[in-house]
């Protein structure tokens, strides 16, 4: 399992060719409240940088981005009825979608924790 993180302050937890995509705690601190979470429905193709999900909190409504070219397989069910779980556990039970990564060597553009850490400072 490897960790990655981008400038839209996503990460993305790869295993394999299966990817799970989420927001970072910096970027669940900086929207507050989460009240919902919509995903692309599962089979839909995307190229990185596509918005893969929308999570509106009580200040604003975001994009969520695709760090890679993939397909998304699944989303986080539990969202629907708790969305707030994103803000609570950002990094782990709070992830929005599962997809298959398509092209492996588009990852190498991605920081790692260190450089992420840097990047938000």
């Given amino acids: 399992m490897t960790l990655y993180f981008t400038k839209e302050h996503e990460w ?21 409240e989460l009240v919902f ?8 193709e995307v190229k990185a940088g596509e918005s893969i999900a929308v ?20 989303s986080n069910a539990a969202l629907a009825d708790d969305p707030a779980r994103v803000s609570s556990d950002s990094e782990g039970e709070g992830w929005i979608v599962k997809f298959r990564v398509a092209n ?6 991605l920081m790692d924790a260190a450089a992420y850490a840097a990047f938000v400072g």
């Fill in 37 to 44: 979470i919509e995903a692309r429905p599962s089979g839909t």
């Fill in 104 to 109: 492996p060597d588009q990852l190498s553009g």
């Fill in 55 to 74: 999570v509106e909190s009580v200040k604003a409504a975001s994009d969520i981005y695709a760090p890679v070219d993939g397909e998304v397989l699944e």
């Fill in 12 to 32: 993305l937890r790869v295993e394999g060719a299966t990817a799970t995509v989420g927001i970072t705690r910096h970027a669940a601190d900086e929207l507050g």
